[in-house]
């Protein structure tokens, strides 16, 4: 088809042209001295971004191996973990859990809703024993569009007066929503660079604490591919202990470049209307959005209810077919239920207002029932000043 593909999935986001040609650039000796100096800029850069002063790890992996390294580098065989059911990454970050011999306390929830902050200090409370290491949490769930609440999260711990560290996933809300490791005295930072960071997938990361780093002296889950020891070592000279995903830590220090010249404040600022915009587009089309709690809509992704008897993903087929714009299917429980509406990372006015037109004219096109004025109600939003 002529014309650019829409990418509106939540994730992998669109790479914009200054990153792409960044990566272009070619390969360099890992061991060389050029190597060092790019090593040593990202590893810096990324902890403004994390809003931290600690270090932050860097692997060539996708999301799911940050996961593993957030895991096996804390805790021991057995170790109690609380997590929360809070939609389809949940699931899978619990299910990796289990497979890794972990003990895990899975809090049911009901897809719609994150972290209730209370809950996290009754449970902290009633563990007299202080047998849990850790609570893990996903900041922003991306199967639901909904957005748990760390800082509150971490005056519960607090309250509880409970030692286990706080793991917290935020593969689609870092560099998207306010995120702030130190301030909220988060342990792990889980992330990875398909979402908020513009950059393609590739890459994982983990924002540690000095309490992370006490406990992986004596944790022993087996790890070797994940070690942070090995890595922190090689990290001081800018280099690292296998060979790194050079290409991609060139588009990682053009987007930490784009990030600085935007400002954070900007960014989140940025995000939270282009969703707030998405909503207004969804209320006035008569959709229901999945996250049913205003304090916990997601600045990065919408997930949008479908009719009773119409399926999510034939309209997201007609909307492919038709005007070439790829959204985000319903995952787990909420597949052919729910489609998502990715707004974030290198994504602008016109960009969202293009998203919503092909939504509105898709859903007539799949003969979906909705009341046309969704995509005028965004742009009032979008227009004032
Ligand atoms: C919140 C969240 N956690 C974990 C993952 C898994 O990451 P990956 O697919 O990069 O392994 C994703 C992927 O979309 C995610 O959105």
Not at 107 to 132: C, F, K, N, Q, Y
Not at 329 to 342: D, M, P, V
Request: overall charge neutral; glycine content about 10%; proline content about 6%.
């Amino acid at each position: 088809m002529p014309g650019r593909h829409f990418l509106q999935i939540p994730g992998p986001t669109n790479v914009p042209d200054r990153i792409l040609r960044a990566i272009a650039r070619p390969t360099i000796d890992h061991r060389g001295p050029a190597f060092a100096a790019l090593g040593r800029e990202v590893l810096d850069g990324l902890r403004h971004v994390f809003q931290t002063s600690s270090p932050v790890v860097v692997y060539p992996s996708s999301g799911t191996g940050a996961w593993e390294a957030s895991l096996v580098n804390t805790l021991s065989p057995g170790d109690a973990v609380l997590m929360f059911e809070t939609g389809y990454f949940a699931v899978l970050w619990r299910d990796m859990a289990v497979r890794l011999g972990l003990t895990v306390d899975f809090v049911p929830g009901d897809w719609r809703h994150g972290v209730d902050p209370d809950d996290v200090e009754s449970r902290l409370v009633a563990d007299r024993d202080r047998t849990i290491r850790a609570v893990a949490v996903v900041h922003n769930e991306t199967s639901t569009g909904v957005t748990s609440r760390i800082a509150e999260v971490r005056a519960a711990i607090d309250r509880a007066k409970h030692p286990a560290l706080l793991l917290v996933d935020t593969i689609s809300s870092l560099a998207s929503i306010d995120y702030r490791h130190d301030e909220w005295g988060v342990d792990v930072t889980i992330c990875g660079s398909q979402k908020g960071l513009m950059l393609p997938p590739g890459l994982g990361f983990n924002a540690l604490s000095d309490k992370a780093l006490a406990a992986s002296k004596s944790a022993r889950l087996p790890r070797s591919y994940w070690e942070w020891q090995a890595m922190l070592a090689d990290n001081r000279n800018g280099f690292f202990p296998y060979t790194p995903a050079t290409k991609q830590l060139y588009g990682l220090r053009e987007a930490l470049d784009m990030l600085r010249e935007e400002g954070l404040p900007r960014v989140f600022a940025r995000h939270c209307r282009l969703a707030e915009a998405t909503r207004r587009a969804v209320r006035a089309w008569g959709l229901e959005i999945v996250c049913a709690n205003p304090a916990e809509y997601s600045h990065s992704l919408t997930a949008v209810m479908m009719p009773d008897g119409h399926d999510a993903d034939a309209l997201r087929r007609t909307i492919l077919d038709r005007y070439d714009m790829s959204l985000g299917t319903g995952l787990g429980k909420l597949k052919g239920r729910a489609f998502r509406i990715g707004h974030l990372g290198d994504f602008n006015e016109l960009m969202l207002a293009g998203t919503l037109g092909g939504v509105e004219m898709g859903l007539a096109a799949a003969g979906v029932p909705f009341e046309p004025g969704g995509v005028t109600a965004a742009l009032e939003l979008l227009s004032a000043r």
